[in-house]
């Protein structure tokens, strides 16, 4: 079965400072990887997605992540993180195509980040 | 466009009682989620739908039920609710027919205290 980890439940960084937020799936088929995030009492809103091709991808809000297949890995990143960042970030991941659940998501634990001014 | 609309936003229930949470998209979207998520767990799916009138059982089923009338409707029944699913309820609808372009938009959540 597919499973999701983020290792950090919570990364507290100043405004300005560079950002990264760790994801590792574990997944047998061909993953399509996801960012959301979550403002507080908001709902969830994709930041970026991975499916195949350039494996840096672009997201809004000036946020990027790479994909390593390597590592099993799809880390989030900003060079400079603003205090409206502060929020729950989520990872998710699907199969790419195939069968009745390849639309079903499976989600990380979730990493809340903190701005410090 | 209101996208997903999940009502109530908020609700206290007792134990043993009976609670639908709704879910409206107006996106014409085929399939539609419903998920819980709870502190250090993330988001788990509950029950999900690929098309008007089918209904599949996601990661956590027991003591939820779902059903698909129509495209935009996919209510969540509770049919007696007990402390353990206290938790916050999203919902999401997707394009399912187009793989690549098959992203879930989420609702703002329904946060059920059971008590």
């Known amino acids: 079965a597919q499973s999701v980890t983020q290792p950090d439940i919570h990364i507290t960084v100043s405004e300005g400072a560079s950002l990264e937020l760790r994801c590792n799936y574990s997944?047998?088929?061909?993953?399509?990887l996801f960012w959301y995030v979550q403002s507080p009492g908001q709902g969830l809103q994709l930041l970026l997605k991975?499916?195949?091709?350039?494996?840096l991808v672009q997201g809004i809000k000036g946020f990027e992540a790479e994909f390593k297949r390597s590592q099993s890995s799809f880390n989030l990143r900003k060079p400079s993180v603003h205090w409206s960042d502060a929020a729950e970030y989520f990872c998710?991941?699907?199969?790419?195509?195939?069968?009745?659940?390849?639309?079903?998501?499976?989600f990380g634990q979730g990493t809340i980040l903190t701005v410090h001014p | 466009i209101a996208g997903i609309t999940q009502a109530p936003t908020s609700q206290i229930l007792a134990a043993g009682r009976r609670m639908t949470l709704r879910c409206t998209q107006d996106?014409?979207?085929?399939?539609m989620y419903w998920y819980r998520q709870d502190l250090g767990l993330g988001l788990r799916l509950i029950h999900y739908?690929?098309?008007?009138?089918?209904?599949g059982k996601g990661e956590v089923p027991d003591g939820y039920s779902v059903s698909r009338a129509n495209t935009d409707d996919f209510p969540l029944t509770l049919a007696s609710a007990v402390p353990s699913q206290t938790s916050v309820y999203f919902c999401?609808?997707?394009?399912?027919?187009?793989?690549?372009?098959?992203?879930?938009?989420f609702g703002a959540g329904t946060r059920l205290s059971v008590l």
């Open positions: 996106m014409r979207h085929n399939a």
């Open positions: 991975y499916f195949s091709g350039d494996t």
């Open positions: 997944y047998g088929a061909t993953p399509y």
């Open positions: 999401a609808s997707s394009d399912y027919r187009d793989r690549e372009k098959n992203i879930q938009y």
């Open positions: 739908s690929n098309t008007a009138g089918t209904t």
């Open positions: 998710a991941v699907r199969r790419a195509a195939g069968g009745t659940s390849y639309g079903k998501l499976t």
